[in-house]
Structure formats: structure tokens, C-alpha cells
């Protein structure tokens, strides 16, 4: 597939990409990422599968061969004690000790779990246990808030104060614009957020496929993954295709 050309476009870096790693979520491989992004002129992508950095490689190779800047990360879905969610966000290795701070914190998620699941609460950055006090705000590594959609602002405030506190100075917020009903409520409720607790806004695509053809594959992905026909799947299909 030829390159875009993208004259007179600002500098783009994708930071919140899945690709198949992360199960019944992503319809692309990382490679396949990563050769859509360069053919696009972005300057980086980051690959960001749930706690997981099992894409990483075949990313590197293809991110190296196709000349785009290839960043090293993984999302989490924090839950509380009680096992309902918290918050979810993604951390970026800036170098690597903050490699090696992301790849203890997802063992130490994976081990407390069965095989395929982890395990993370909000009192594991500000606050770990030993012998892994030294991830507190794990360090070496950035991270970008990444809100659920349309969440409440009263509980997002919250949310948002506790990344703010958790990763002072290395924290942003991220934003999705989908083509949703309700982007503009949401867009609302994440700058003012932002501007409360002093949080920079960095636009984030959410990836999840490379080009728009892999949208049947990801609507039965989906469809799995909540236990319904893709007929009867509604909402849970993304509205468009979020692809590189």
C-alpha cells in the first residue's frame, strides 16, 4: 500500500494501539500496525496491549524496516478491592529502567491471577507492597490517563486526582474522539478534569485494527468477548473503525 502523503500535517504519534496480543480486543498483528503507521507519516506508535508486551518484537522488526519510531508500552485496567473497575491507563517506557519497571509491574499483575488475567489495584503504584516498593509511580515510565467513555465527572475528577498525585509530572490525559453520540459530553468533562487537577491532553486514537476491512473481525472479536451474536452486540461494536 503506497505511503499518504501527510504535507502540511503537525507530527503525529499514535500512543494507545492494541494489536492481536491482546486477546479478543485487537484485530491486527503488530506488524501490520506498525507498516500502517509509517505508511501514514507518523512519527511514533506506540504499542500498548493490556498488560502485556508480547507484541513488542514483531513491532520492533517492522517499525525498524519501515522507518517509524516504535514506543515501547502497555495498558492497564485497574480494579478496586471489591473487584469492580477503578480506572484504566497506559504507561510508556521513557528509557530502559522504565522498561524494566513495566515488565515487573505486569509479572506481578499476571502472578496474582489464572493464566490469561491480572490482577492490579490503585494501592499497587502509590503504595506497592515488598519487595516491589520500588515501582511506586512507576518510575522511568509515562503514562496517559485514559478514561472510560462518558464517565460520570464527579468520579473522573477523582480518578484524575489520583493520577495527577500517583505520577506527578509524567501523567497526561487522554482523549478519544470516536464519532460517538456523546463525544461532545465527553470531551467536556475530560478538559475540565484536566484543567482541575493540572493534567496536559494528548489526543489518543484507541487502535485497535490497521485498515477498515478488519471491521467484521473485530465485531466477532467483540461478539465473543461479551457472549452475543454480533447482531446483538449494539454499542459494544465500535461505531467506526479505529484504525491506524
Known sequence: MPAINGAGLPAYAELHCLSNFTLLAGASRPEELAERAAQLGYQALAITDECSLAGIVRAHIEAKKAGVRLVVGASFRL???????????????????????????????????????????????????????????????????????????????????????????????????????????????????????????VATGYINLHVRSRKPLHDVLTAVRVGRP???????????????
Request: hydrophobic share 40%.
Open 230 to 244: 454480533v447482531s446483538a452486540c449494539g454499542y459494544h461494536l465500535a461505531p467506526t473503525p479505529s484504525s491506524t
Open 79 to 201: 480494579q478496586n478491592a471489591d473487584g469492580s473497575p477503578a480506572l484504566s491507563f497506559v504507561a510508556l517506557a521513557r528509557n530502559r529502567e522504565g522498561y524494566g519497571n513495566l515488565c515487573e509491574l505486569i509479572t506481578l499483575a499476571r502472578m496474582r491471577a489464572a493464566k490469561g488475567s491480572y490482577v492490579l489495584t490503585p494501592r499497587d503504584l502509590p503504595m506497592p507492597e515488598a519487595p516491589h516498593q520500588h515501582l511506586k509511580g512507576l518510575p522511568d515510565c509515562l503514562v496517559v490517563f485514559t478514561p472510560d467513555y462518558t464517565t460520570p465527572a464527579e468520579k473522573l475528577d477523582a480518578q484524575a486526582a489520583w493520577v495527577s498525585a500517583t505520577f506527578a509530572g509524567r501523567a497526561w490525559m487522554g482523549l478519544s474522539l470516536l464519532y460517538r453520540p456523546m463525544d461532545d459530553i465527553h470531551r467536556g468533562t475530560v478538559e475540565a478534569a484536566a484543567a482541575t487537577h493540572h493534567l496536559r491532553i
